[in-house]
């Protein structure tokens, strides 16, 4: 086996990459993410071992099919599986927006398995640096979406330690984890966690979670004072409507937008375009509307795997049709840049 060639672990990894851009079962992903977490510590010849006897699948994590894309890495052929998935996964996953695209330094909504993701905070930061990407803002939920396990003051300031322990191993790589938040609106506007924790953030994406259907009235003014809280940087998913998915769909939560987005406006906070597919907030017609009032925008993955990552593609797609200026897209800024504009 020669340095040139795809390492079982990186052949694993990027088996489990395509199945989750692909939006295929998180089982089927997890078979494949826990046999490289299962053979990554093991020496060259302990892996070679296995392989020349045919114990791989004695191992803990790894079945058959598993153990067939080892093999057939560790003897420098492209697995079989790989090879079916890169043909009908890999590329674009939307065909318009490339330049924009190619001109996205980051990504400011992502999640970890630390509240609902499925992968650690350190494989979503390593897909990152593989996607080009120059940062990306770790946001897993606040504590009132104990559905999706939401983080504690406590547990999101241990979370802060471990962010800053991967970028310390990452030193010198020229990527950042930025420290940041999905916090839940509450139902008078108010952020779901410490003014001190928030503090410590480098940038608050704010997201309605709950009483989606409240009165169009009483969502109007939650959403502009949650907009007009201090730390609130990104408005998330606006409307909170799904239009297709395994969770099915859901109408969109009525609010005045034009107020709405001119609070954006005045407080300096992004209109975030969620890249999922299966919410494509704001619709069209909103997203139009707050180009025209003058917002900014964020366009986000929301990813909860590394695979969703690539998720990026729709949001671009759309802000391309819409037409706007990239200028108007905080992360096309550098680093340096949006951490400014986030801690204002």
């Not at 695209?101 to 993701?117: I, K, P, Q, V």
């Not at 005045?256 to 375009?273: G, M, T, Y």
């Not at 704001?282 to 929301?302: N, Q, V």
């Not at 797609?317 to 801690?343: F, M, Y």
């Amino acid at each position: 086996m020669t340095g040139e060639q795809l390492t079982p672990v990186a052949a694993l990894r990027r088996i489990a990459f395509l199945l989750e851009r692909a939006r295929e079962d998180t089982y089927k992903v997890k078979a494949f993410r826990s046999a490289a977490a299962t053979i990554l510590p093991l020496s060259d010849d302990e892996l070679a071992g296995h392989v020349t006897a045919g114990t791989l699948t004695d191992l803990p994590g790894i079945g058959a099919s598993s153990a067939r894309v080892i093999t057939d890495a560790w003897h420098g052929e492209v697995p079989v599986r790989l090879a079916v998935l890169e043909e009908e996964h890999a590329g674009p996953l939307a065909p318009g927006g490339r330049e924009l695209r190619a001109a996205l330094r980051g990504d400011l909504h992502t999640h970890s398995d630390w509240s609902d993701g499925g992968s650690p905070i350190e494989e979503m930061a390593f897909t990152a640096i593989e996607l080009g990407h120059d940062y990306l803002v770790l946001t897993d939920h606040s504590p009132r979406l104990k559905v999706a396990r939401g983080l504690s003051a406590e547990r999101l300031a241990r979370q802060l330690g471990v962010v800053d322990a991967v970028n310390e191993h990452l030193g010198g790589s020229g990527f950042r984890l930025l420290k940041g938040i999905e916090v839940d609106i509450l139902d008078d506007g108010s952020l779901d966690q410490t003014d001190e924790m928030l503090a410590r953030l480098d940038l608050r994406v704010a997201s309605v979670h709950s009483k989606l259907a409240m009165d169009a009235d009483a969502m109007t003014r939650r959403m502009v004072a949650a907009v007009a809280q201090p730390f609130t940087n990104v408005l998330g998913h606006c409307t909170g409507r799904l239009v297709t998915g395994n969770r099915g769909v859901r109408p969109g939560s009525k609010f005045d937008a034009r107020k709405v987005f001119e609070a954006c406006v005045e407080n300096d906070v992004a209109v975030e375009i969620n890249s999922r597919p299966e919410r494509r907030d704001p619709p069209t017609k909103l997203l139009e509307l707050a180009r025209d009032i003058g917002c900014l925008f964020s366009i986000d993955s929301d990813a909860h795997a590394p695979g969703q990552l690539d998720m990026l593609d729709y949001g671009c797609e759309r802000a391309e049709q819409a037409g706007i200026d990239p200028e108007r897209i905080v992360n096309t800024w550098p680093a340096e840049r949006l951490l400014s504009w986030a801690s204002r």
